[in-house]
């Protein structure tokens, strides 16, 4: 367990300490603490936090204790809607929504939770979708051309939220959280140049979160992680793609499928 405290410390151990934006102190006693360099990490944690959480739910594998389900339930009128483009439909998102994982068939979960993990023949479908602000820019809105939750009313999603609790975090989320710190701390250390905060970027980006990205893998199934994507329409019944050894590629709709 690590304390927000203890990230920060981490992330200035990154720069080789705070030195004389300290007082010759290394690391700061209390990131709730009235010094200039406690205030700007408790300022930027949140945000390093949410960006390291968000990052990982677009690689379509998210830390585990900051996913959600939910049936989006009802769908916007149009009148509400910024711009809905090529979608059919619309749905507000959760409004500690961080980040959409998938937006993928409720059946597949329901049938897997009542079997209690005994064969069946419904397969995890992924569809296509976006996500946009609302009209008022208060929260974000789900836009897809497939309704897939068990009673083909709503959208079923996968989602990420914000997590302040610190204390369950693996290490390799810890670490992307102090690298990611120490990218943007360096100035009020004395690391004015850009070489120090580009090094920090290219650690993280390279390899504090390819390592997250490991490290949450094996916390899954990785089989069912891979899901073919089908292309939506105005009902989720559809047939899913047979996988193949190949890979896969990108329609011109965007859905993504095997070769």
């Given at each position: 367990m690590a304390t927000e405290t203890e990230i920060a410390n981490l992330g200035l151990g990154k720069l080789g300490g705070a030195g004389e934006a300290l007082g010759g102190n290394a690391f700061i006693d209390d990131i709730n603490g009235t010094d200039k360099v406690s205030s700007w990490l408790k300022l930027n944690f949140p945000r390093a936090r949410r960006r390291v959480i968000t990052d990982l739910a677009v690689r379509e594998c998210p830390f585990r204790s900051t996913v959600r389900f939910k049936d989006l339930g009802a769908e916007l009128a149009s009148s509400s809607i910024p711009e809905i483009g090529q979608y059919l439909y619309a749905f507000n998102l959760p409004g500690h929504c961080l980040a959409?994982?998938?937006?993928?068939?409720?059946?597949?979960?329901?049938?897997?939770?009542?079997?209690?993990?005994?064969?069946?023949n419904i397969q995890p479908i992924t569809y296509k979708w976006d996500m946009i602000a609302n009209k008022a820019g208060t929260g974000k809105i789900l836009l897809?051309?497939?309704?897939s939750n068990i009673a083909n009313t709503s959208a079923f999603i996968e989602y990420v939220r914000d997590t302040p609790n610190t204390g369950g975090f693996s290490e390799e989320l810890i670490d992307c959280i102090a690298t990611l710190l120490a990218s943007e701390v360096g100035p009020m250390v004395g690391y004015t140049d850009r070489k120090t905060a580009d090094e920090m970027l290219f650690k993280y980006r390279e390899i504090a979160i390819p390592n997250a990205q490991r490290a949450n893998q094996f916390g899954f199934n990785n089989?069912?992680?891979q899901i073919p994507d089908v292309s939506g329409g105005r009902s989720s019944r559809a047939t899913p793609a047979l996988e193949s050894s190949l890979g896969t590629y990108t329609d011109a709709q965007g859905n993504r499928r095997s070769i």
């Open positions: 959409v994982v998938m937006q993928f068939n409720e059946n597949y979960t329901a049938t897997r939770n009542a079997s209690r993990g005994s064969q069946s897809t051309n497939t309704l089989r069912v992680r």
